[in-house]
Every structure is written in C-alpha cells, then in structure tokens.
C-alpha cells in the first residue's frame, strides 16, 4: 500500500506529515491548505474551489486503473457544479441538502457529493480517456522495445470503458441536476455513483446506481477533520443505511463544534446506501469491527444489514428509539440541542448489542486452511494448526474476554455472559470449540487448547472467580448465582436478577447445578417455607444443646453458605447419630435445594484424590458415611475449615505441583466418628440427630421441596436482606470470642445483636466449645483414666512423667486400654495437644521445677 505521504513525495516531491497541512499540489496558493489523515490514507485540499484528493493506492495497479481516475475526475467536475449553485436561484441538489434535508455547507464541501452538470460533455471525457489509455499503451510499447506487445491488455480496456460509455451517457443526460453520491473502496478509489433527484420523498422510483466495478463501496468513509487538533479518534467505523444519516452525523457534530467557538470535527462514519447495495468486503477492509445504526423499520427490514454483515464479520449494533425512524430523523427531532443530540447517540453508542460473526463462517473458513495441506504440498501440518489456532482465538476475543484467577484461566462469552474454564477436561470449552469444526480427538484441536492456554494467559485480565454466592462486604450487595449465566443482586432495598459479570462479579456455573427463579412473595405467607423444607424433619438429639439451639445453629450455617468469602475459616457440619436419623437426607435436602437436582452426597472412599478433586470444585460437599478411620481425613478436614490449598503433584510431570484452591463449606454425617483430633473438633458444627420415629418417603418429600424451589428460595432470600441490614447496622461493632472458626461466630454475633438475641446465641456458642470438647475427648483413654484417678488424687501435684506412669497402672487395673505405657514421651505429647479440651472439665495449673521439669495439678471444675 503507498501512503499519501509517499505520493507526495514521489509525485510531486512535497513532503508531508499525517495531520499537518502542506501546500496542495493542484492549487496556485502559496499558503498550506492540503492536509493528510492521521492515517496516511487519504489527504484532501480545504481551500475551495479546489477540494481535489489523493488516496492512498495499492501495489497491484488495478487493470481498470484509468477508469478510476476518470471517475475521480468526474467528482471534481459534478463537486464543482454542486457548490455552484449555492449562487443560483431556485431549487437545485444545494438547496435540498441545505434547506430541506438540513445539512451543514462545511459537510457538502467536504463530502463526496455532486450534482450531475447540463449538457455535460460526457463522451468528449470518454473519448478522451480512450485517447489517454492508447497513447500509454503505444508509450509502454517503445519502453519495452517489444515489437510484439499484446493488445490483448489494451481491448479489454477499451471494451470494459465502452461497456460504461452507454450506462454513464443515459444517466447523465437524462438526469441533469440530480445529486451524486460517490462510493469508494477501501483505498478511497471511486466504485460506484448514486443518482437520487431531489425534492422528492419517493427515491426507489428516482434513484439510479452506476456501479462498474464489482465492488460497491462505501459513502463518507474519507471524510476527516481540517485540524489535527480537532480530529476525533475513532477505532471503530459508525455504520448507517442511507447516506443522509451520515451526512446528518457529520453536520451535528460541525454544529456542536462550531456554537462552541471550537474547530469543527468529523466522525469515523460511512453510509452503505441500504441493504441490497452493501459492500460487505470494503467494510470489513476498512473497519474488522464496525459498529451498525441500522434503521428502526416495523418490519425490523434495517436489521437485515446486521445478520448479513455477521457472515463475514463481528458487529456491534444499535437503533433510534422511536419506531419507523432513523439517525437522520433521530437528530434532527432534537432541533438546536446539539449537545443533547450527541449525548443521545453516545449512549446509544454506549448501550449498543454485540453480534458476533456466525459460527458456520468461521466454520467454513476453518476448512478452508485445513484442506490446504491436501492442496498445496508445501503447507506444513504445524502452519496448519498455527493458522487455525490464530483464526479461533482471534475470534474468541471479538466474541468475549479472557480472565484469570489466581490457578486458572477462563473464557467469559459476552453474548450468553458465560463463564468458560479453559481446560482440556472442561465439557463447556470441547462444545464452544466444536463450532470451529475441531473435534477433541484430532491433533489440531489439542494443539489450539495448548495454545489457548498460553494466549489466555497472556492477555487475561486479573479476577476473582465466583462459584455460588459473593459478599461486597464494603457496599453491602450479595450477589447469588442462578445456576444459569445470571446473578440476583440482592442489596437492602432490593433483590434483582442480573446478567453474569454485573458490577465485575462472574460466577461459573458448577457441574449438575439446575437454574432457578425465586418467588419474592412467598415471604408475605404465614407458613414458613424454610421451617417446612429444612428445619422442622431433622430430629434433633439434646446433649449440651437443646433441640432449639440446634435449630438456631443450623438456621445460621445455612445463612452462612451464602457470605462464605468473609469466613476464610468455615466451620465443618457434622451429622452424628445412629442409623436411620435423616442425616444424609438433611444435607441432600440442603444441597438439592440450593444446587438443584443434580447434588446428591457422595461416600467418603479411600482415594484421597476423590475428596480433592470435590472439595476444590465445589462451594458445597456432602460426604456420607464418614465412619472408617482414614489415615489423611483429619489433616484435610483441617484444610478445608482453614480455606488453604491442596497441593498435588501435576500428571505427567516430574516434579512440578500443582496448587488447588478449596474455598468449600464441607458437611459430613457420621455414626461413629473419627475425625476427633483437637484441631478439626474445634472446627465442628455438631448436630447430633436421633433414629427418627417413623419414616417419610424421601423420594416424595424431596419431590415437594423440588416443585416448591421458588418459594423456599424467595423466602430465603428476603431472609439475607434482613442479615445484610444487620451486617451494615453492626459493622463498628467489636467482636471477640476464643473460637478457632472466629468468623462465622463474628457473622453470627453480629446478627444475633441486630435481632436482640445476643444472649441466647452467646451461649449457644458457650456451649457448642463443650461439646467440640466432649466430641474430641469421647473414647480418649486419658480423660476417662483422669477422672478415676482424680478420686484419690484431687489437688495433688504431679510431673507428667509420674502421671503416664500411675495411668498406666490404673489402666491394667481397669482393663482399659492405654497405648502410651512406658512411652511419655508420646503420653506428653498427646497431653500437651487435648489440654485445652481438658480445661473445660478439669483445672490444670502447670508451674516448671528445678531443671526445667513441669508439674501439672489436677482438680474438677466443679470443685473449684
């Protein structure tokens, strides 16, 4: 491609700058008036009568390159008659742009309109050009000494300038004083005239078209601003139907400029001319992603033009507001509020839809490159996969944005507001790639995952990935995953279901999840849905709390699940009873209502990886039967309470590992527990449960929470407004407690001070770190061994050495067994870890002897 600056320099040896005035070629003036666009593909003299052009031209001379400039020399001449007959009396072609069609005089010298002259010599011009094209010919000839110079390259010019003569000559004559509008490529060479007459409002029957070339062209494409200073700088093509929109565009924006004694600029927008005429290829050369105003027909006609342009290209598109209009009616209906005008149609810019290219296109051309390695032997399998690649994610761009989290990267599809993991494995990603046309199984969809996954990263922008719910904990919003590409925003006064990505917040959708949609009335009904789904079937067992704290406690970890970004440590819901006490139908019923059909709880197996790969893709488990004794189960339900990462190393690798975030609130149920070690029964929600008296069909009560969904959910909803008032009214509020899961006693302080029941819940808490105690020391040899020998012993002070000593005695004596004979320093160890869950029964004032030696003395709390 030469450049303007180029032409210039070797035609006329003027050098020039893009944005900077030089003196114009054509014109006499000694002062600079021809000004070069900003970017080098067009430059334009502003000093009138001249107005004359040069475009930026390609390599490849065209084979009708003549004719091209005839038809640049024929806008001269009809630009020329137009601006005349401001000066004549009468209605002419200026006087209907200007008068009735309220076009600015700076835009219609601008601009690439004419006006068709009487009496125009137009096959003096034609015989003229034929002369010029010969005399070249005859010149090119002795240039090359070639006594046998083909003709074959001159008649067909000469033929293809005839063919023109006759459809020119008729449009001319008949048509004298008609208004031109002239199209032009991408390298602004003039494609095709419009013929329209004016002064009338029925141009289908008055409107001819000379289009010699195959291409159409586009109108107003090379209009540009006189001033570098005042040139607005558009990246994208604002695209209209008829050339009035644009010229309407143009004339607000001179207008705007001008009562603001600021220097008139232009719009990047062109015109198609309609529907049927639209050079779909000229459009995409000049802009890869226009943006559409298509007019707003009843008969939604002017969409046409975006679904035709989505075969070849991605698009964003708008209309005027007002039905059968459009942009030309749209501004002129704001009469002189020129700004308003402008502000209208950048929001309309602003809120425009986003059409991305058709997939059966891309499809096609996807094909198309590879079936060049059966075509063209010297095309490689590797530039096969690169153009591919390059194609798809080129594409993927226009149609989303990638992100990353701290592990992984995703893909968010704009037009479904889908958020897509970018993984082999990922069911979601194999169907987006399948419209390409690549099938998992061939090499070269393997080769763009691997590359999709350096590209992602690359350019992905940092985020924090969602999978259920999420807490502004500094506006006080929660934002609620419909399962579906969709959000409920749920603030004080209100709860509104948005698009995924609202307000930045992108959830993914979790596998088996099943969307839903709340019923925000089941609030105001007497009968609580939340009591009748969950609360009321669990049969709750009394020990250190009462069946209404239970009830208390576990309405509260529900609440929780939703605000589990405050709560880095979650506490771990353990169902414990005996067999047939609704354990795991409670937390199916839980799971099911907020997940959807899909959730089911799964048995704890023996693969650590099972659990891993669970507990690290899900905001919710459920592990059944957790009864055996597993050798890794305590360290990583300490994992999971504490929101740490689970570390493994990566497949098919050495030595590299591979990090998996767990931000996950667990929930178990057990008959005879395990899991007992100090640290994970300090993270414990006990529910014990009892053998339920008599039995209801599981499968029909889960049925009734399914068709009640709704209203359960809409209950529950309204329920988190009234937690999120709370929130906000004690967010000042200082809350302390010795609780290893701190926050989720902070959550429910702190809406237990909002309801007034601060006391209840404080000892609801008091309680539950006896029970955590309880549950830890149930079945330890060393409390139960304590507490017979604190019948003889009460207040005696002893070292722990003598203290494994005189336990393991009494353990012979009682047959119980005691695994750390003859090994204190095993004994001192265990010691040290239950004491602080032996404080709760016990005091154990510890005091240091001669050489460092500790003695502990023992007494019950009661006797305190």
Same mark, same amino acid.
């Given at each position: 491609?030469?450049?303007?600056?180029?032409?210039?320099?070797?035609?006329?040896?003027?050098?020039?700058?893009?944005?900077?005035?030089?003196?114009?070629?054509?014109?006499?003036?000694?002062?600079?008036?021809?000004?070069?666009?900003?970017?080098?593909?067009?430059?334009?003299?502003?000093?009138?009568?001249?107005?004359?052009?040069?475009?930026?031209?390609?390599?490849?001379?065209?084979?009708?390159?003549?004719?091209?400039?005839?038809?640049?020399?024929?806008?001269?001449?009809?630009?020329?008659?137009?601006?005349?007959?401001?000066?004549?009396?009468?209605?002419?072609?200026?006087?209907?742009?200007?008068?009735?069609?309220?076009?600015?005089?700076?835009?219609?010298?601008?601009?690439?309109?004419?006006?068709?002259?009487?009496?125009?010599?137009?096959?003096?011009?034609?015989?003229?050009?034929?002369?010029?094209?010969?005399?070249?010919?005859?010149?090119?000839?002795?240039?090359?000494?070639?006594?046998?110079?083909?003709?074959?390259?001159?008649?067909?010019?000469?033929?293809?300038?005839?063919?023109?003569?006759?459809?020119?000559?008729?449009?001319?004559?008949?048509?004298?004083?008609?208004?031109?509008?002239?199209?032009?490529?991408?390298?602004?060479?003039?494609?095709?005239?419009?013929?329209?007459?004016?002064?009338?409002?029925?141009?289908?029957?008055?409107?001819?078209?000379?289009?010699?070339?195959?291409?159409?062209?586009?109108?107003?494409?090379?209009?540009?601003?006189?001033?570098?200073?005042?040139?607005?700088?558009?990246?994208?093509?604002?695209?209209?139907?008829?050339?009035?929109?644009?010229?309407?565009?143009?004339?607000?924006?001179?207008?705007?400029?001008?009562?603001?004694?600021?220097?008139?600029?232009?719009?990047?927008?062109?015109?198609?001319?309609?529907?049927?005429?639209?050079?779909?290829?000229?459009?995409?050369?000049?802009?890869?992603?226009?943006?559409?105003?298509?007019?707003?027909?009843?008969?939604?006609?002017?969409?046409?033009?975006?679904?035709?342009?989505?075969?070849?290209?991605?698009?964003?598109?708008?209309?005027?507001?007002?039905?059968?209009?459009?942009?030309?009616?749209?501004?002129?209906?704001?009469?002189?509020?020129?700004?308003?005008?402008?502000?209208?149609?950048?929001?309309?810019?602003?809120?425009?839809?986003?059409?991305?290219?058709?997939?059966?296109?891309?499809?096609?051309?996807?094909?198309?490159?590879?079936?060049?390695?059966?075509?063209?032997?010297?095309?490689?399998?590797?530039?096969?996969?690169?153009?591919?690649?390059?194609?798809?994610?080129?594409?993927?761009?226009?149609?989303?944005?990638?992100?990353?989290?701290?592990?992984?990267?995703?893909?968010?599809?704009?037009?479904?507001?889908?958020?897509?993991?970018?993984?082999?494995?990922?069911?979601?990603?194999?169907?987006?790639?399948?419209?390409?046309?690549?099938?998992?199984?061939?090499?070269?969809?393997?080769?763009?995952?691997?590359?999709?996954?350096?590209?992602?990263?690359?350019?992905?922008?940092?985020?924090?990935?969602?999978?259920?719910?999420?807490?502004?904990?500094?506006?006080?919003?929660?934002?609620?995953?419909?399962?579906?590409?969709?959000?409920?925003?749920?603030?004080?006064?209100?709860?509104?279901?948005?698009?995924?990505?609202?307000?930045?917040?992108?959830?993914?959708?979790?596998?088996?999840?099943?969307?839903?949609?709340?019923?925000?009335?089941?609030?105001?009904?007497?009968?609580?849905?939340?009591?009748?789904?969950?609360?009321?079937?669990?049969?709750?067992?009394?020990?250190?709390?009462?069946?209404?704290?239970?009830?208390?406690?576990?309405?509260?970890?529900?609440?929780?699940?939703?605000?589990?970004?405050?709560?880095?440590?979650?506490?771990?819901?353990?169902?414990?009873?005996?067999?047939?006490?609704?354990?795991?139908?409670?937390?199916?019923?839980?799971?099911?209502?907020?997940?959807?059909?899909?959730?089911?709880?799964?048995?704890?197996?023996?693969?650590?990886?099972?659990?891993?790969?669970?507990?690290?893709?899900?905001?919710?488990?459920?592990?059944?039967?957790?009864?055996?004794?597993?050798?890794?189960?305590?360290?990583?339900?300490?994992?999971?309470?504490?929101?740490?990462?689970?570390?493994?190393?990566?497949?098919?690798?050495?030595?590299?590992?591979?990090?998996?975030?767990?931000?996950?609130?667990?929930?178990?149920?057990?008959?005879?527990?395990?899991?007992?070690?100090?640290?994970?029964?300090?993270?414990?929600?006990?529910?014990?449960?009892?053998?339920?008296?008599?039995?209801?069909?599981?499968?029909?009560?889960?049925?009734?929470?399914?068709?009640?969904?709704?209203?359960? =959910?809409?209950?529950?909803? !309204?329920? &988190?407004? *009234?937690?999120?008032?709370? @929130?906000?009214?004690?967010? +000042? #509020?200082?809350? /302390?407690?010795?609780?290893?899961?701190?926050?989720?006693?902070?959550?429910?302080?702190?809406?237990?001070?909002?309801?007034?029941?601060?006391?209840?819940?404080?000892?609801?808490?008091?309680?539950?770190?006896?029970?955590?105690?309880?549950?830890?020391?149930?079945?330890?040899?060393?409390?139960?061994?304590?507490?017979?020998?604190?019948?003889?012993?009460?207040?005696?002070?002893?070292?722990?050495?003598? =203290?494994?000593?005189?336990? !393991?005695? &009494?353990? *012979?004596?009682?047959?119980? @067994?005691?695994?750390?004979? +003859? #090994?204190?320093? /095993?004994?001192?160890?265990?010691?040290?870890?239950?004491?602080?869950?032996?404080?709760?029964?016990?005091?154990?004032?510890?005091?240091?002897?001669?050489?460092?030696?500790?003695?502990?003395?023992?007494?019950?709390?009661?006797?305190?």
């Amino acid at each position: 491609m030469k450049t303007v600056t180029q032409i210039l320099q070797e035609r006329y040896g003027i050098e020039a700058i893009p944005g900077k005035k030089v003196l114009c070629p054509y014109c006499k003036h000694k002062k600079p008036s021809f000004s070069v666009s900003r970017n080098d593909r067009i430059g334009k003299c502003f000093r009138p009568p001249c107005g004359r052009y040069i475009a930026a031209t390609s390599k490849r001379e065209s084979s009708h390159g003549q004719f091209h400039k005839f038809l640049e020399e024929l806008f001269y001449d009809f630009h020329a008659e137009l601006l005349n007959q401001k000066r004549k009396s009468g209605k002419n072609a200026y006087t209907y742009l200007t008068d009735v069609r309220g076009i600015h005089p700076k835009v219609l010298q601008d601009s690439m309109l004419g006006a068709v002259p009487e009496k125009y010599p137009i096959d003096y011009r034609i015989d003229q050009l034929r002369k010029k094209i010969r005399e070249e010919w005859e010149d090119q000839k002795r240039r090359d000494n070639n006594e046998n110079h083909s003709k074959e390259s001159l008649e067909e010019e000469l033929e293809f300038i005839e063919q023109q003569r006759e459809k020119l000559r008729n449009l001319v004559d008949l048509n004298p004083r008609y208004l031109c509008f002239f199209y032009s490529d991408a390298e602004h060479q003039i494609t095709a005239i419009r013929f329209r007459r004016p002064y009338t409002d029925d141009p289908k029957k008055t409107m001819y078209i000379f289009k010699p070339f195959e291409r159409f062209g586009l109108f107003g494409h090379g209009l540009f601003s006189e001033e570098e200073g005042s040139q607005t700088d558009n990246d994208l093509l604002l695209v209209t139907e008829g050339e009035f929109n644009q010229l309407q565009l143009q004339s607000l924006c001179v207008r705007d400029a001008l009562k603001r004694g600021e220097t008139p600029y232009y719009k990047f927008a062109c015109a198609v001319g309609g529907v049927q005429n639209t050079d779909y290829e000229t459009l995409k050369a000049v802009c890869e992603t226009p943006i559409i105003c298509y007019d707003n027909d009843k008969s939604n006609a002017g969409f046409e033009l975006v679904e035709k342009a989505r075969e070849g290209m991605y698009v964003s598109a708008f209309t005027t507001p007002k039905i059968d209009s459009d942009l030309d009616e749209c501004i002129r209906s704001f009469g002189t509020n020129y700004k308003g005008a402008l502000a209208s149609i950048d929001e309309l810019i602003k809120q425009r839809k986003s059409y991305p290219r058709y997939y059966k296109s891309i499809k096609a051309d996807v094909n198309f490159i590879r079936n060049k390695q059966g075509a063209y032997k010297n095309h490689k399998v590797f530039q096969i996969n690169q153009e591919v690649s390059q194609m798809v994610i080129k594409d993927l761009k226009e149609r989303g944005t990638f992100y990353k989290d701290t592990t992984d990267c995703y893909f968010f599809e704009r037009a479904e507001k889908k958020l897509i993991k970018v993984n082999n494995d990922n069911i979601e990603l194999r169907f987006l790639i399948n419209n390409y046309g690549l099938n998992p199984s061939e090499p070269t969809y393997k080769y763009l995952i691997e590359e999709l996954k350096v590209r992602s990263s690359q350019v992905a922008e940092r985020t924090t990935v969602h999978r259920f719910s999420y807490f502004d904990d500094d506006n006080f919003i929660l934002y609620v995953s419909n399962l579906n590409n969709q959000l409920y925003r749920i603030t004080e006064e209100r709860i509104e279901l948005r698009d995924n990505g609202t307000d930045g917040v992108l959830f993914i959708n979790e596998k088996y999840s099943q969307p839903y949609k709340i019923d925000e009335e089941a609030a105001q009904t007497a009968t609580s849905w939340i009591d009748e789904a969950v609360i009321r079937t669990i049969n709750f067992d009394e020990d250190k709390l009462n069946v209404w704290e239970r009830k208390i406690l576990f309405l509260f970890w529900m609440y929780s699940l939703f605000f589990g970004n405050i709560m880095p440590n979650k506490p771990i819901l353990a169902m414990v009873g005996e067999k047939e006490s609704g354990k795991s139908h409670t937390l199916r019923k839980v799971g099911k209502l907020l997940y959807g059909e899909g959730f089911n709880t799964v048995p704890l197996t023996r693969d650590i990886r099972d659990f891993d790969a669970k507990v690290s893709h899900c905001s919710y488990a459920a592990f059944d039967n957790v009864d055996g004794k597993v050798e890794w189960l305590n360290d990583r339900l300490a994992i999971v309470s504490t929101g740490t990462h689970i570390s493994r190393r990566d497949y098919y690798t050495t030595n590299d590992e591979v990090e998996y975030p767990v931000d996950c609130f667990l929930a178990i149920t057990s008959r005879t527990p395990h899991f007992k070690r100090d640290d994970v029964a300090s993270r414990l929600l006990i529910m014990r449960v009892k053998k339920l008296s008599f039995f209801k069909a599981e499968e029909k009560f889960l049925k009734w929470v399914r068709e009640n969904r709704s209203q359960i =959910l809409g209950e529950l909803f !309204s329920h &988190l407004q *009234e937690i999120l008032r709370a @929130l906000k009214a004690e967010r +000042n #509020r200082e809350i /302390s407690g010795n609780f290893r899961m701190g926050e989720f006693y902070e959550f429910c302080m702190k809406v237990s001070y909002h309801f007034g029941i601060e006391e209840k819940v404080k000892g609801i808490f008091g309680k539950i770190g006896q029970e955590q105690s309880t549950f830890a020391l149930d079945d330890e040899p060393i409390y139960e061994l304590l507490d017979i020998w604190l019948e003889k012993n009460s207040g005696r002070e002893i070292s722990t050495t003598e =203290l494994c000593s005189e336990l !393991s005695q &009494l353990a *012979e004596e009682n047959g119980i @067994l005691f695994p750390y004979k +003859n #090994r204190v320093k /095993s004994f001192s160890q265990k010691f040290k870890n239950i004491k602080s869950d032996l404080e709760d029964f016990f005091n154990m004032p510890e005091r240091f002897g001669g050489a460092r030696k500790k003695y502990v003395t023992i007494t019950r709390r009661e006797e305190k």
